[in-house]
């Protein structure tokens, strides 16, 4: 988990020495996935009892594991491997506090330890981080945050986490009593620091969120340069944490993240589809079409033990698209129940003959009809589209706008669109607009340049030639909360208020600190005779700018 420069205020010595410890510990306790978390004894134990301890552990079975290790402890309240089970226990359950003292106890027994040093730091920093968070609750879950930088994410990520809860419940079946922890992180140091997850991960492989430790943990949108689908994050790693439940952590790595995949946009919807092809973006029907002409997929054994392994972006996206369309076709050969029943198996048997008894075929066969279903799409590669790049923003406040120049491939495209930039800031909107046409006949297909060309011809009125190149921009790049913005805009200036509210609160699930979303908001509410809703948006907008 090597942070590359993140700007973090740190010394080298400590950053690396505790970087090393992190790696030391990911090996010795088997976390080596960012999706769950496979912890092994520190030491070989005889007794009957650690392993039953150790089990429940591994599968998230918190109250048993407690009931065990209370026992443990009245037995054996000097015994180091007690104390680790019974810290590992407290660190699951966010007591971290507690973990640190039975820790402490620990080293004073047996010092040299690694493992054991290594899971002290990991319990410090998460504690030294998360005890600066304030945390919100919901019928289901706990929420801490930093309520100053990122209050404003609240009210958006209980409503989705309580709609996964009842969405992803439906299809699998799977109601957790307990609330879930979920830890929403301020900045890319903070993120690694709970996470483990680094600066690398995050930004070529798209990394923004993990759930292990039995907790959600994800960074917060402002800390990326665009924002990012943050709200379908919290949904997917929430799909890991029922997969966990439902399956006692023996899923391997490609159902865990097709199954994320596959389901994370669920809360969106009001009925259960059997159907649902959300996973099926621009990007990721080009990389299967891609394949399947070339014969070149991942593969499910490569995909272990963790996506971030792979080796580009690209294969990452691939892995994520392979992984969710065999799912697609696992439901539509036995719906949602037999995903179900797959996940239950998963207990008993290992990962191969559980396929084998749900699907009623041997495991050789279903990669063959999963390929073949995959044919039977029809899908089309869609010029222009492009796997997306996250961008962690800096301690100096960087130029959006030159990482946006550098996005676009063509030299002559980039040009002409710094072009049209400054004509634009100097209020020469027809010479920009000539400009950016001109961008865009070098680069046809660059959601950037139409979004740019369409903002000046909205400001020109010129709202029916703008509104084509904002939905191309759409189909091409989905998730680019400046498209939603601009259509705000464009809906809101021909009054059609209704859509204006859709785009903008589409807007709100990528990059939720734009001030103008909430703006826009305020108006196209007061104007649909939604006087709560505008009401509570001009408060976000008030809140934002106080912040600012």
């Not at 290594?118 to 930093?146: G, M, N, Y």
């Not at 959300?278 to 399947?292: E, G, H, K, M």
Request: hydrophobic share 40%; aromatic share 8%.
């Amino acid at each position: 988990c090597k942070l590359q420069s993140a700007k973090v205020k740190t010394s080298g010595w400590f950053f690396i020495h505790f970087t090393l410890l992190i790696l030391y510990l990911a090996f010795c306790l088997e976390l080596l996935g960012p999706v769950f978390f496979y912890p092994v004894a520190f030491a070989a134990q005889p007794d009957p009892l650690l392993k039953q301890v150790e089990e429940h552990l591994e599968a998230w079975r918190l109250p048993q594991a407690e009931e065990m290790v209370s026992r443990l402890v009245r037995e054996n309240p000097k015994s180091a491997a007690v104390l680790d089970l019974h810290a590992r226990l407290r660190f699951y359950q966010g007591r971290y506090e507690e973990a640190l003292r039975f820790l402490e106890q620990a080293l004073a027994l047996e010092a040299a330890n690694e493992p054991r040093q290594a899971l002290r730091l990991l319990t410090q920093q998460t504690h030294d981080t998360v005890k600066k968070l304030k945390s919100f609750e919901s019928a289901h879950f706990i929420l801490s945050l930093d309520e100053v930088k990122d209050g404003i994410l609240a009210p958006h990520a209980l409503d989705t986490l309580e709609k996964s809860y009842q969405a992803i419940g439906q299809a699998l079946g799977y109601f957790p009593q307990a609330k879930v922890r979920v830890e929403i992180a301020p900045d890319a140091a903070s993120f690694h620091a709970i996470s483990t997850l680094s600066l690398r991960d995050i930004e070529e492989t798209g990394a923004v969120g993990i759930c292990k430790f039995n907790k959600i943990m994800t960074i917060s949108p402002r800390a990326l340069m665009h924002g990012y689908r943050w709200l379908d994050s919290l949904s997917h790693e929430y799909l890991h944490y029922a997969i966990v439940g439902l399956s006692g952590n023996k899923a391997p790595i490609w159902l865990h993240e097709g199954m994320a995949r596959f389901y994370e946009t669920r809360w969106r919807h009001s009925e259960l589809l059997k159907g649902n092809e959300d996973y099926l973006t621009p990007s990721n029907r080009t990389l299967l079409v891609q394949a399947l002409e070339k014969n070149r997929f991942v593969g499910f054994k490569k995909m272990e033990p963790s996506l971030i392994y792979l080796e580009t972006p690209e294969e990452v996206q691939l892995a994520y698209a392979e992984a969710a369309s065999a799912v697609d076709f696992m439901v539509q050969r036995k719906g949602h129940d037999g995903i179900r029943e797959l996940l239950s198996e998963l207990e008993k048997r290992p990962s191969q003959e559980a396929i084998e008894k749900v699907l009623g075929s041997p495991y050789a066969a279903f990669e063959i009809q999963w390929k073949d279903f995959l044919k039977a799409k029809g899908l089309k590669e869609i010029e222009g589209s492009r796997v997306r790049r996250l961008k962690v923003k800096g301690n100096q406040k960087e130029d959006e706008e030159a990482v946006e120049l550098k996005e676009i491939q063509s030299v002559v495209a980039r040009n002409r669109t710094h072009l049209g930039d400054r004509l634009s800031e100097r209020g020469r909107t027809i010479a920009a607009v000539q400009e950016y046409q001109r961008a865009l006949q070098a680069s046809p297909h660059s959601p950037i340049i139409l979004i740019k060309l369409a903002r000046v011809l909205a400001q020109r009125e010129r709202y029916e030639e703008a509104l084509p190149h904002l939905k191309k921009a759409q189909q091409l790049d989905p998730d680019s909360g400046n498209t939603y913005i601009q259509l705000g805009h464009l809906y809101h200036a021909t009054k059609n208020f209704p859509d204006a509210a859709a785009a903008l609160e589409e807007a709100i699930q990528i990059n939720p600190f734009n001030p103008t979303i909430y703006r826009l908001l305020s108006e196209v509410y007061a104007r649909l005779g939604k006087p709560e809703q505008a009401k509570k948006s001009q408060a976000t907008l008030e809140r934002l700018m106080t912040a600012r």
